[in-house]
T-cell receptor, first 115, second 115 residues
């Protein structure tokens, strides 16, 4: 079974803090993704990576950065957390299949609260 | 432009009722994939099904069935004899051959099944 793990289920931080969210997958997938999920807005893509040290902006990259130093690990960084970044953060991974984005497998999510 | 619409924000049913979740998509591509995911209260998105645009056969998996109709750009999901454990948010998503960066998610339908 594909397993995607996220470092924390719940996280509380203060405004201005630097926040790291870690994601690890064990299926040797090429692609990894970070989404945020907010009520009424569904899932919005923040960043994704299709290879080590590669990253691409998604729909809402402002205020975030990412790091992928190893294939299995994809980190989301909030350089200076703000209250509007309070959200559920979901990590996903997927293999490449004929040029398509194949099935994405998700981690359990991190519910981040910024005070 | 590509888009996935789940017009039903929330549905409530009583156990053993059948329920259909609607998904309508827009794409200019002729080759694409459609997905359904389930997000139970625990938060993790669980993959349910992937269907490619060339396969219009309906699919049945236990109490779950999917009706794909290209003529109406719909990929509806039916749960037969619903159970309390089916209570979750369900997301429909689209992946296109020319836009391989990401899945496009609908905003989700919250299904509540009451005993």
């Amino acid at each position: 079974d594909v397993k995607v793990t996220q470092s924390s289920r719940y996280l509380v931080k203060r405004t201005g803090e630097k926040v790291f969210l870690e994601c690890v997958q064990d299926m040797d997938h090429e692609n990894m993704f970070w989404y945020r999920q907010d009520p009424g807005l569904g899932l919005r893509l923040i960043y994704f990576s299709y290879d080590v040290k590669m990253k691409e902006k998604g729909d809402i990259p402002e205020g975030y950065s990412v790091s992928r130093e190893k294939k299995e690990r994809f980190s989301l960084i909030l350089e200076s957390a703000s209250t509007n970044q309070t959200s559920m953060y979901l990590c996903a991974s997927s293999p490449i299949a004929g040029g398509f984005i194949d099935t994405q497998y998700f981690g359990p999510g991190t519910r981040l609260t910024v005070l | 432009a590509q888009k996935v619409t789940q017009a039903q924000t929330e549905i409530s049913v009583v156990e053993k009722e059948d329920v259909t979740l609607d998904c309508v998509y827009e794409t200019r591509d002729t080759t694409y994939y459609l997905f359904w995911y389930k997000q139970p209260p625990s938060g993790e998105l669980v993959f349910l099904i992937r269907r490619n645009s060339f396969d219009e056969q309906n699919e049945i998996s236990g109490r779950y069935s999917w009706n794909f109709q290209k003529s109406t750009s719909s990929f509806n999901f039916t749960i037969t004899a619903s159970q309390v454990v089916d209570s979750a948010v369900y997301f429909c998503a689209l992946s296109e051959s020319y836009n391989t960066d990401k899945l496009i998610f609908g905003t989700g339908t919250r299904l509540q099944v009451f005993p």
